[in-house]
T-cell receptor
Framework: EDQVTQSPEALRLQEGESSSLNCSYTVSGLRGLFWYRQDPGKGPEFLFTLYSAGEEKEKERLKATLTKKESFLHITAPKPEDSATYLCAVPQRGKDTGRRALTFGSGTRLQVQP | DSGVTQTPKHLITATGQRVTLRCSPRSGDLSVYWYQQSLDQGLQFLIQYYNGEERAKGNILERFSAQQFPDLHSELNLSSLELGDSALYFC????????????FGEGSRLTVL
């Protein structure tokens, strides 16, 4: 069964203190890895799509990278407004899903203190 | 604002009852996904519809059902509710399927007492 595991579960940073979040996956025939941001009480918001090892995507202070086994979300000089839960997801291979749905990791809860 | 509208935002009901959650996808999106998010289970895929047709089914209980109407809005029906059904229920939509870029609504928070 396809799985994604995120670490750490929670991360507290000082404003300006860069760090990385990890998403490990066990998927045969990866068809994309997706990063989302979720604010408390809100729906997830799409951030990035990565398809092949070595690929990188950037958006403001966030950069996502992909290897054959894992993906990293690097946060450079974070600000308090970057505080959120970050989720990674892969297309779900199941008996009834045909890779049409996403399997989400449990997320990393990031808190950036001023 | 993702463009996906979910109603109601909050719902409190009793065990054994039935509720209906409604979702209007973004204009032009043909695909609708339903997800359940609870503290101990994370985001779990329930079911997907594309242009009125069921296309994928996840861990959806037999007490739950859904449909997508000709105007593309979707409803998730939850019956014989149990305490464990308390969760946030999200609807998401996409233009194409399969899709990794989903647009999520703000969710319906269901509390079963």
């Amino acid at each position: 069964e396809d799985q994604v595991t995120q670490s750490p579960e929670a991360l507290r940073l000082q404003e300006g203190e860069s760090s990385s979040l990890n998403c490990s996956y066990t998927v045969s025939g990866l068809r994309g890895l997706f990063w989302y941001r979720q604010d408390p009480g809100k729906g997830p918001e799409f951030l990035f799509t990565l398809y092949s090892a070595g690929e990188e995507k950037e958006k403001e202070r966030l950069k996502a990278t992909l290897t054959k086994k894992e993906s990293f979300l690097h946060i450079t000089a974070p600000k308090p407004e970057d505080s959120a839960t970050y989720l990674c997801a892969v297309p779900q291979r199941g008996k009834d899903t045909g890779r049409r749905a996403l399997t989400f990791g449990s997320g990393t809860r990031l808190q950036v203190q001023p | 604002d993702s463009g996906v509208t979910q109603t109601p935002k909050h719902l409190i009901t009793a065990t054994g009852q039935r509720v209906t959650l409604r979702c209007s996808p973004r204009s032009g999106d043909l695909s609708v996904y339903w997800y359940q998010q609870s503290l101990d289970q994370g985001l779990q895929f329930l079911i997907q519809y594309y242009n009125g047709e069921e296309r994928a089914k996840g861990n959806i209980l037999e007490r739950f059902s859904a449909q997508q109407f000709p105007d593309l809005h979707s409803e998730l029906n939850l019956s014989s509710l149990e305490l464990g059904d308390s969760a946030l229920y999200f609807c998401a939509s996409s233009v194409v399927e399969p899709a990794g870029e989903l647009f999520f609504g703000e969710g319906s928070r269901l509390t079963v007492l």
